[in-house]
């Protein structure tokens, strides 16, 4: 069998190549590093320098791809950056001026007062209200929680049913009373666009409630303290709307109890914030708490509502 082998020169060979690699190519700086090539190949007719031009064809272009490659990629974040990025935390503190409508009783084997006391009325007898909100977001995993805290005094006249050792009667008393509520949710967020955020959240809510009371009757004054407590789960969702680069309105609210404890407990805060710096923005707006609870004969079905004032401090 004969075999048939195309004769071509380094010359030939070299230019083919040439035309190929300049096509497939089409960069100037490669261009000129062949052209380069070239003009030394051409200095002589000698076989050594027309080998050692091929083998500066075939190695010059893929150096210069890998260095254009090089250049062209875009710097990689440290993952520190990257980290960073995902997460964002912030914590509001609030003052509330808050009003109370609803019916307690203090005490399992006391009687159920009616309430009705907006801020202005019960200012005098409000010792403290507030609650801090901390938020948090990981990528699009996000958390919220809530505490609050009331302590109320109010002197009343209250009617006593009595019991097996003592009959019914009258007294006058001091009321002190101090309320501590925390709600703790996870969720998702659903929606996530610069102008307009939804986080679908679930959780629990814990209600702590220590009443004493100092009651003056029959002659003789006595004290007594009583607490309760329990736990509700809630489900809920936030909403945040940037308005323009500085000012936002949000909105949070859940719905829970569904008579695992509670029959019924809601929440709802809406708020407008205007952003001072990259880290700071005042909060004003409006809070809601409704609860219906009862058991053991204790009753607490209020609703807490009345203007807020927040600063907020983001990390």
Known sequence: MKCHCLSVSV????NIWLIFWLKLTKGNAT????TSVFSFAGRGNTLKKQLIACALFLCVPQILH???TIAATPEASTPSQTVASDWALQITPYLWATGVKGKVSPFGVGPTVNIDRSFSEGRDGLNIAGFVNLWGRYDRFV??????????SDENTYWFPGTSLLPPFEANGKLNTK??????????RVVDTPAFTLDALAGIRLW???????ASGLGRSVSYD???GWVD????????????DRLSVQAQGDIGGFDVNSDLTWSFLSTANYTFTEHLSLSAGYKIVDTDYEKDGHVYDTRLSGPVVGLTYRF
């Open 66 to 68: 890998a260095a254009d």
């Open 208 to 214: 702590h409630i220590s009443n004493e009371i100092t």
């Open 233 to 244: 789960p809630v489900v809920g969702a936030r909403v945040f709307f940037n308005l323009t």
């Open 143 to 152: 958390v919220s929680a809530d505490m609050m805290y009331t302590d109320t």
């Open 226 to 228: 009583e607490s309760f």
């Open 179 to 188: 309320q501590f509520m925390a709600t703790v949710q996870g969720g998702y």
């Open 31 to 34: 261009k000129d590093a062949l």
């Open 11 to 14: 010359d030939q060979l070299a």
